[in-house]
Nanobody, 123 residues
């Protein structure tokens, strides 16, 4: 099992930038593909981005392509989500997830989840 702790959320104005971090412990980090998902009140959980075990493959949800970048440091056991040109529609709880299987945009493929960090984007 892997434990995941997100950080870096907060309040930002539309058009601004923020970087989220997800620190992992337990299972060997480099063995896991990692994903970011988000969930707003009353809405379904949405795929944001994912990255393969060594970072060679990345996927993005259509709503964030060109604005968000996922990256990882296996040396630091951390995955990041750089968010640029933020919009009010990005407001949500952002959750980090890990899978020992192949990188995916399907939340059912992920086994371990963090508690989430809140992002609020004001207009």
């Amino acid at each position: 099992q892997v434990q995941l702790v997100e950080s870096g959320g907060g309040l930002v104005q539309a058009g601004g930038s923020l970087r989220l971090s997800c620190a992992a412990s337990g299972r060997t980090f480099s063995s896991d593909a990692m994903g970011w998902f988000r969930q707003a009140p009353g809405k379904e959980r949405e795929f944001v981005a994912s990255i393969s075990q060594i970072g060679s493959i990345t996927y993005y949800g259509d709503s964030v392509k060109g604005r968000f970048t996922i990256s990882r440091s296996n040396a630091k056991n951390t995955v990041y989500l750089q968010m640029n040109n933020l919009k009010p529609e990005d407001t949500a709880v952002y959750l980090c997830a890990a899978t020992a299987r192949l990188v995916s945009d399907d939340m059912t493929e992920y086994d371990d989840w963090g508690q989430g960090t809140q992002l609020t984007v004001s207009s």
